[in-house]
């Protein structure tokens, strides 16, 4: 089982858009990450959140960090194709080891 | 700043070799470099930690015998794949942790066992 749950798997949705994706887990984390990956490259670093409550903005992206510091959210304001991807979320606990969810698949459509 | 990279980006061998995969972090020193693993469609799982001058700490399930792990300098990390077979095919990527305690992940490397 996944210590990370993360939601929808898949999304497919026209541009222009609103969605959000969800990262949810039982389990308290120093830290959590979202990443972005592209078919056959590594993932790439969107945003780091670790303060309960932190709301973090990068352009068209909205994150959030729960009081508890147990889940997040992705929000993504008027989606573009440029946005498709794979979206994963990470916690971090002692040791620096980070923890995948399982992904979101997001297909944006012109 | 804070590029990893990874050597090959793509590799095909026979069933029974073995297979050298580099973690390369161009620009920062990294003590601590970290080996995933990825199916198609599906996240990343980590396999072991590798850190500078100690042995790997390999996570359950993972047989240390059969990916070799050496972090031989501050920016060098290589996983071997020994007596490859075709379920060893797959996705590998490396992340470099910088002092700073954040993950650079490199640009994977596919593995095709046949």
């Known amino acids: 089982t996944q210590l990370l749950e993360q939601s929808p798997q898949f999304l497919s949705i026209q541009e222009g858009e609103n969605l959000t994706v969800y990262c949810n887990s039982s389990?308290?984390?120093?830290?959590l990450q979202w990443y972005r990956q592209e078919p056959g490259e590594g993932p790439v670093l969107l945003v780091t959140v670790v303060t309960g409550g932190e709301v973090k903005k990068l352009k068209r992206l909205t994150f959030q960090f729960g009081d508890a510091r147990k889940d997040s959210s992705l929000h993504i304001t008027a989606a573009q194709p440029g946005d498709t991807g794979l979206y994963l979320c990470?916690?971090?606990?002692?040791?620096?080891?980070?923890?995948f969810g399982g992904g979101t698949r997001l297909m944006v459509k012109p | 700043g804070a590029v990893v990279s990874q050597h090959p980006s793509w590799v095909i061998c026979k069933s029974g070799t073995s297979v050298k995969i580099e973690c390369r972090s161009l620009?920062?020193?990294?003590?601590?470099m970290f080996w995933y693993r990825q199916f198609p469609k599906q996240s990343l799982m980590l396999m072991a930690t590798?850190?500078?001058?100690?042995?790997?700490?390999?996570e359950q399930g993972v047989e240390k015998d059969k990916f070799l792990i050496n972090h031989a300098s501050l920016t060098l990390s290589t996983l071997t794949v020994t007596s490859a077979h075709p379920e060893d095919s797959s996705f590998y990527i490396c992340?470099?942790?910088?002092?700073?305690?954040?993950?650079?992940f490199g640009p994977g490397t596919r593995l095709t066992v046949t």
């Open positions: 590798s850190n500078e001058g100690s042995k790997a700490t390999y």
């Open positions: 620009d920062f020193q990294a003590t601590t």
């Open positions: 992340s470099a942790m910088t002092r700073a305690y954040e993950q650079y």
């Open positions: 389990s308290v984390f120093s830290s």
């Open positions: 990470a916690g971090e606990k002692a040791g620096n080891m980070l923890t």
